[in-house]
């Protein structure tokens, strides 16, 4: 499988187009988790995406202990991504349950997007902010991110650099600016929108990587 670094496609993606988000493993660029989503918003300030209850995405399994493959599951609540240019984070919202409540805002701490000609490569950064509908939050795997800060995996300048991004979220939250003002949990998808499902070279399309992952990940590339 080949890679490239910085040379993604320019084109923007039509309401309601079917793309893909892969998560890119740390090592050998491989793609891993991957998800379909349908396209809500496709500007120079905001990539919002949609995925459904029910849908199919690849995730990881561990069959044994030291070995892993991607295999399918179901999605299990409705959910809207909301990504933004250079931003090391992207914000979900979810509705679950009867009725279709609004219930989330998760804050998921992640390589800024990349585009590709299926949809977006990035990679997940372990530390997570829960959020209630009330604007209440909690950290969510703080213990297990400074663990790969403390431990080399991730470097420390990276981690401080997180740290950052982390801070300029809980500002948006605690001062109820975009997207947590209250306007989002009431979008509601097209009625004619079917379950988007996963394009067919979802695995074959070209990685595009991160161009700092050396930087941030040294325990992955030790001879870089």
């Given at each position: 499988m080949r890679d490239s670094v910085g040379a993604s496609p320019v084109r923007r993606f039509d309401v309601g187009e079917e793309v893909v988000v892969r998560y890119l493993t740390r090592v050998g660029s491989g793609v891993g988790m991957t998800w379909?989503?349908?396209?809500?918003?496709?500007?120079?300030?905001l990539v919002a995406l949609y995925i459904p209850t029910g849908s199919t995405f690849m995730r990881w399994h561990t069959p044994e202990p030291g070995r892993r493959?991607?295999?399918?599951?179901?999605?299990?609540?409705?959910?809207?991504?909301?990504?933004?240019?250079?931003?090391?984070?992207?914000?979900?919202?979810?509705?679950?349950?009867?009725?279709?409540?609004?219930?989330?805002?998760?804050?998921?701490f992640e390589e800024p997007y990349r585009r590709t000609a299926v949809g977006f490569d990035t990679n997940d950064h372990t530390l997570d902010i829960v959020v209630a509908p009330d604007l209440?939050?909690?950290?969510?795997?703080?213990?297990?991110?400074?663990?790969?800060?403390?431990?080399?995996?991730?470097?420390?300048?990276?981690g401080a650099s997180v740290e950052t991004a982390a801070a300029?979220?809980?500002?948006?939250?605690?001062?109820?600016?975009?997207?947590?003002?209250?306007?989002?949990?009431?979008?509601?998808?097209?009625?004619?929108?079917?379950?988007?499902?996963?394009?067919?070279?979802?695995?074959?399309?070209?990685?595009?990587?991160?161009?700092?992952?050396?930087?941030?990940?040294?325990?992955?590339?030790?001879?870089?």
């Open positions: 379909p989503y349908r396209v809500v918003r496709d500007d120079e300030e493959e991607l295999v399918e599951g179901e999605w299990r609540r409705d959910v809207l991504r909301l990504m933004y240019p250079e931003k090391a984070y992207s914000i979900w919202l979810f509705w679950e349950g009867e009725g279709r409540p609004f219930t989330t805002y998760y804050v998921n209440s939050w909690r950290w969510k795997d703080r213990e297990e991110f400074e663990a790969l800060v403390s431990g080399g995996t991730f470097s420390s300048e990276f300029e979220v809980v500002q948006l939250i605690e001062s109820a600016q975009e997207p947590f003002s209250g306007v989002w949990p009431q979008w509601f998808p097209p009625e004619d929108w079917t379950k988007p499902v996963l394009h067919p070279h979802w695995q074959d399309e070209p990685p595009v990587v991160w161009e700092k992952r050396d930087w941030a990940y040294p325990r992955s590339h030790p001879t870089r």
